[in-house]
């Protein structure tokens, strides 16, 4: 606990402080629901994606045995660039998945099986769908790391700073009105005397 001055200064600073508390700690609160509910929602759209990447992979499971006969897919198609934009949740700039673009490599497509075409296609769905787990993933740490912070600062307002804040007015207040009620009574004293000098 801080020490405090036993002013009607001090007191008025401590009510203000309070004040100041009160009024913030509602704000928070509603970050910190709109960022939970937020990670929930990402946490969502990732396990929907990794549900579809799991039925994508299934069904070209088939020719996974192909793929490594002859045909060298890291070489025919590489991702190029992932392109994101900056969103704001809660005050939070997040990564946002805009599009993948990939460079495949010229190939003869009469030496090569005629499902490679179809196969680069679903290893480019499947790669779009790495990106946007990724970039989800990504949402969650950055708004978890806020969540942990605006966490810490409500238990800080909830559990300490409106507490404490409530004792040292509390505790001024009774400082002051002892002082209050001592100069009354040192008053009192003060005009018998005088009472009984001038008679």
């Not at 709109?34 to 549900?51: C, G, H, P, T, V």
Request: with cysteine.
């Amino acid at each position: 606990m801080a020490k405090i001055k036993f002013t009607k200064n001090e007191l008025k600073r401590q009510k203000d402080a309070l004040k100041r508390f009160l009024r913030y700690l509602p704000t928070l609160m509603l970050k910190k629901q709109q960022l939970q509910m937020e990670i929930r929602k990402i946490e969502a759209q990732a396990a929907e994606l990794r549900r579809n990447r799991e039925l994508c992979f299934r069904e070209i499971h088939q020719w996974i045995a192909l793929f490594g006969e002859d045909v060298a897919f890291a070489e025919l198609i590489t991702v190029t660039s992932v392109d994101t934009e900056i969103g704001n949740i809660a005050g939070v700039d997040i990564p946002v998945f805009q599009d993948i673009h990939f460079e495949v490599a010229p190939y003869d497509l009469f030496e090569l099986p005629l499902w490679v075409d179809t196969a680069i296609e679903k290893v480019k769905e499947l790669a779009s769908m790495d990106a946007r787990i990724g970039i989800l993933a990504k949402q969650a740490e950055l708004l978890g790391e806020e969540l942990r912070i605006t966490s810490q600062r409500v238990n800080l307002f909830e559990k300490v700073k409106i507490p404490e804040t409530r004792e040292n007015i509390r505790t001024i207040q009774i400082y002051l009105g002892d002082e209050q009620t001592a100069a009354v009574v040192r008053g009192k004293i003060a005009k018998k005397k005088l009472v009984r000098v001038n008679q």
